[in-house]
């Protein structure tokens, strides 16, 4: 009979079977540990860099030398310290001797890359102790900041010199937050920010309304408009610019808006008193000129008139009574043969060619038919005189009865057409022109065409000529309207037209 203790006992050869078993169990554990260990560091997004007691790399992951440009294999059994900037050695130096008293920090530092640029990093390190308390090395988490490091200094040289812009500008600048009451309507807006520039033009201290609403700063800013108009801008993204004149500034400001946020605008102020006021006196000069070009074309006119008043009434009587005066020497009884017969004919042929001459000369200063009979009577005088001394056929098609405009419009349309003509003898090379006078509603039109070579296009396309712009200049009063364009087979077509009042 067997005793309890031998029924249990475990023969020698199975135990060691069991304890085999047992350690490969244990392995594969370890390795399947060590698996999961490598797979976690390798899907990190930081770099995972361990050391042994000596500084020397014993681990790292992909991430890590990848962002050394190097391979696992090229870093693990080098020194720290190879990887490292001259002046970062120091610094590294010291942290290990920390790292060995078993402080946790945090600190930048920058490495070599194989290209030979620098990869700004941050920095976790944390000690390793083996079993019997001994450090045994340490293990960082690195973290490229090298991009965000770039973008923090972009964006610091950015706001300075937005800084700048904004103190040095030209402009008066300033940003608000618009208020909103409870149901959701711009009530207000509050300063934020104001340069130097807003002080200068504005007169108020930036450091007074900081902070402060508009309303406070100005009173009466509702009756502007102003909250409604900035509101309008801050919350929807549409920006905005108007000009206004500020009575208690004694300027004209540019004022314009746009969004800076939701919620948030700026507006920039530009003084444009100055320029306002040389426009306004450019304005003024060139009225001036226009009112003096329209007296001195009065004054022509004026001058025209009396002109051919005194050669028609002064001269012409006196040739007239010269002419009577050898009419009756003819009459005379005792005469002195053909000798003086012959005298006294030439005298009164040459008489007769004076009071032509007068007669001409008066009429083309001003026809005495644009006073006495009127517009259309003097157009149809003009064309027959044309015709006379061109050997230029001219028709004209015209009012059956005489327009009721004033004298000024009749004398307009009339030194237009004799200009126009003119032009037509000396440069059409025409054998036809065609006059027409019509009258549609208040507006008068003139047209003058012809069957001649055409107007140059260089003329049609490029500064008008002296002639043209006198037109234009007589027209102008009137608010008339010249235009000159070739015509579909040969020719010129010029054409005005101006109210009747």
Known sequence: ????????????????????????????????SE???????????????VIDEDACTTLVNHRMAE???????????????????????????EALSLLRTGVH????????KSDGSRVRTTMETYPLFDAKGEYAGGVAA??????????????????????????????????????????????????????????????????????????????????????????????????????????????????????????????????????????????????????LSERLQQLREEERKSISRDVHDELGQVITALRLELMAIVRLENRNGSAFDQKIKSILELTESAIKTVQDISTRLRPGLLDDLGLVAAIEWQAEEFQKRSGVECSVALPPEDLQIDPER??????????????????????????????????????VTDNGIGIPEEILEGPSSLGLLGMKERLRPYNGVLTIRRVQGGGTELRISLSRR
């Open 1 to 32: 009979m067997e005793t309890p203790t031998s029924q249990n006992k475990i023969p020698p050869d199975k135990r060691t079977q069991e304890d085999i078993t047992d350690r490969e169990r244990l392995e594969q554990a370890l390795h399947l």
């Open 35 to 49: 698996a999961r260990y490598r797979q976690l560091i390798e899907n990190l997004n930081e770099g995972i860099w």
């Open 67 to 93: 962002m050394l440009g190097l391979s696992v294999d090229q870093m693990v059994g080098k020194p720290l310290f190879d990887f490292l900037q001259k002046e970062n050695i120091p610094r590294a130096t």
């Open 105 to 112: 920090e945090r600190r930048e530092y920058e490495f070599i």
């Open 142 to 291: 690195i973290l490229d900041i090298t991009e965000s490091s770039r973008a923090e200094a972009m964006l610091k040289e950015t706001e300075e010199r937005f800084r700048g812009l904004f103190n040095y500008s030209l402009e008066g600048v300033a940003v608000h937050d618009i208020v909103l009451n409870d149901k959701g309507e711009p009530v207000d807006y509050i300063f934020r920010m104001a340069n130097p520039m807003f002080e200068a033009l504005t007169g108020l201290r930036v450091n007074d309304i900081l902070g402060k609403r508009v309303t406070e700063v100005y009173p009466g800013i509702k009756e502007l408009n102003f909250i409604e108009i900035f509101g309008h801008v801050a919350l929807s993204g549409v920006p905005t610019s108007f000009q206004i004149y500020f009575e208690t500034l004694k300027k004209h400001v540019s004022i314009s808006a746009y969004q800076v946020g939701k919620g948030r605008f700026a507006t920039a102020l530009h003084d444009v008193t100055e320029r306002i006021e040389t426009e306004k006196a450019l304005q003024d000069s060139i009225n001036q000129l226009h009112r």
């Open 410 to 447: 009749s004398t307009t349309i009339f030194r237009i057409l004799q200009e126009a003509l003119t032009n037509v003898a000396r440069h059409a090379q025409a054998s036809r022109v065609i006059i027409s006078l019509s009258e549609t509603g208040e507006t008068l039109a003139l047209s």
